[in-house]
């Protein structure tokens, strides 16, 4: 750490929403980075030649952005002085390596190549790896399904949705990513970061309905036919895939012991409100 600001980029992201006031709260002085004209911010796009080029000096990056960004803007961030750097990436590289959809493996080959050019940036880094991000209203995971459920007053999902989930609010991440700033245990090191609860996919939707103080009604489908009905649904939802129903079944669980010991990472139970 040192008296330059902290550049923050991603500020707008859903993590950067809760960053900011902790960056504050901890009297870390810091610039964040946005596309579009805040006050008191950096106005910069970083995918662009003139926007790597007003990047200010900073020792001391925090990268909410994807991480497949990162590649394009080393560079611009090591010229400026960059030393350390805290990057998020995400548990998907890992539980979407196998996935049979090519745009899933595109994400995982983005972000393989965005942890590789942290990896061989030269500096101290730290990669934190959340799993299902969620903040009520704002995410496209948690918040979509309870958009589901609210609207239809029921979520259908495929098979008995058994797989186990850790959904992680973007608050606890949030934390995560100041501790890691000021901790050097951190330094090189690549940290999952699961929620502080490990449910079914089942158990999961029942919380959200809960969460919309909503009688829990979820339907089990055959996976065809829930595949079926993804396809008629397919321009509420755009951004799904037949893979999603397949990993309903399937745990996706990993190991926050690093994290605790390291970062004192202590997250919620998942218990949204809506």
């Not at 990162?70 to 010229?79: I, K």
């Not at 158990?203 to 009905?229: H, N, T, Y």
């Not at 004192?264 to 139970?269: E, K, L």
């Amino acid at each position: 750490m040192t008296d330059t600001p902290i550049l923050v980029l991603g500020a707008t992201s859903l993590v950067g929403r809760f960053v900011l006031p902790r960056l504050r709260a901890a009297g870390i002085v810091h610039t964040p980075v946005s596309r579009r004209q805040e006050a008191g911010w950096l106005q910069a796009d970083v995918k662009t030649p003139e926007g790597r080029a007003a990047l200010p000096v900073a020792p001391t990056v925090l990268s909410l952005s994807p991480i497949w960004l990162l590649p394009e803007v080393m560079a611009a961030l090591q010229t400026n002085g960059m030393r350390r750097l805290i990057a998020f990436s995400s548990t998907s590289i890992v539980t979407k390596a196998g996935s049979a959809s090519a745009y899933e493996q595109g994400v995982v080959t983005d972000l393989a190549r965005g942890e590789t050019a942290v990896h061989d940036s030269g500096i101290d880094w730290t990669i934190l790896r959340p799993t299902m991000i969620y903040a009520e209203g704002h995410d496209g995971n948690v918040s979509r399904l309870a958009t589901i459920a609210r609207r239809l007053r029921v979520l259908p999902i495929s098979g008995r949705g058994e797989g186990r989930r850790q959904p992680v609010h973007a608050d606890d991440l949030a934390d995560a990513a100041v501790a890691a700033l000021t901790t050097s245990a951190s330094v090189g090191k690549t940290y999952a970061l699961p929620g502080g609860e490990t449910l079914t996919y089942r158990q999961m939707c029942a919380r959200i309905f809960e969460g919309l103080d909503r009688p829990v009604r979820i339907v089990s489908l055959p996976p065809l036919i829930w595949k079926a009905g993804l396809f008629l649904a397919s321009p509420l939802l755009p951004d799904a895939t037949a893979q999603m129903g397949e990993r309903m079944d399937r745990d996706l669980v990993f190991d926050g012991t690093d994290a605790r010991t390291d970062l004192g990472w202590s997250p919620r139970d998942f218990r949204p409100r809506f």
